[in-house]
């Protein structure tokens, strides 16, 4: 089935350093979709990309789709404390309108 | 305006045992998606629900069933509890049933543990 894999795992970067976390789809998305977990928390939506190629940029945040549709990333410019979190990002299941999620990659910031 | 409400927020429950799990979309929303998030993994989709009928089902047995409301709150229910049911259960609500620009919802979730 389909299956969406997110790399690297874990992060662990000094307060300041760049982070980027890679998304990769086994199957063509109509559309991508990034959310945070915070530690305890819940995911929260962060921005959804439609277009082959298509960058957005959110304030310190980068997020791109690849131009085939199956890949994206994440590109966070010198971190925050406030960035710590679980990023994941999610694609429209095969066939159906229900998001599959990936496996997330976790950042943790030394302050 | 509120935002999705999941009830309970946490729940401890005996192997075997029924339990039911509810949730109230945003005002205007009429997709339902449930998704349950093992510690360390991502959410795992369980149902999806548009207009009160059944749009998608995960890869879960049947002892997983829900529902949605003429209201569209929604309610995911549990049968034979196992040990391995133990996680975040995560209600998401959305305008369309992609999510469309605005994303899905979540709300804060129901941690149940089996034991």
């Known amino acids: 089935g389909q299956q969406v894999m997110q790399i690297p795992q874990y992060q662990h970067v000094q307060e300041g350093e760049d982070f980027t976390t890679y998304c990769n789809s086994s199957?063509?998305?109509?559309?991508i979709q990034w959310y945070k977990q915070r530690p305890g928390g819940h995911p929260v939506f962060l921005i959804q990309?439609?277009?082959?190629?298509e960058v957005k940029k959110q304030k310190r945040l980068t997020f791109q789709f690849g131009e085939a549709k199956k890949n994206s990333s994440l590109h966070i410019t010198a971190t925050q404390t406030t960035d710590v979190g679980t990023y994941f990002c999610?694609?429209?299941?095969?066939?159906?309108?229900?998001?599959?999620f990936g496996s997330g990659t976790r950042l943790q910031v030394q302050p | 305006d509120a935002g999705v409400t999941q009830s309970p927020t946490h729940l401890i429950k005996t192997r075997g045992q029924h339990v039911t799990l509810r949730c109230s979309p945003i005002?205007?929303?009429?997709?339902v998606s449930w998704y349950q998030q093992v510690l360390g993994q991502g959410p795992q989709f369980i149902f999806q629900?548009?207009?009160?009928?059944?749009?998608g089902r995960g890869n879960f047995p049947d002892r997983f069933s829900a529902r949605q409301f003429p209201n569209y709150s929604s309610e995911l229910n549990v049968n034979a509890l196992l040990l391995g049911d133990s996680a975040l259960y995560l209600c998401?609500?959305?305008?369309?049933?992609?999510?469309?620009?605005?994303?899905?919802?979540f709300g804060s979730g129901t941690r149940l543990t089996v034991v």
């Open positions: 990309l439609v277009k082959s190629g």
């Open positions: 998401a609500s959305s305008l369309v049933m992609e999510g469309g620009r605005d994303g899905y919802t």
């Open positions: 629900y548009y207009e009160k009928e059944e749009r």
């Open positions: 005002s205007g929303h009429k997709s």
């Open positions: 199957t063509t998305l109509s559309n």
């Open positions: 999610a694609g429209p299941r095969t066939g159906r309108r229900a998001l599959t």
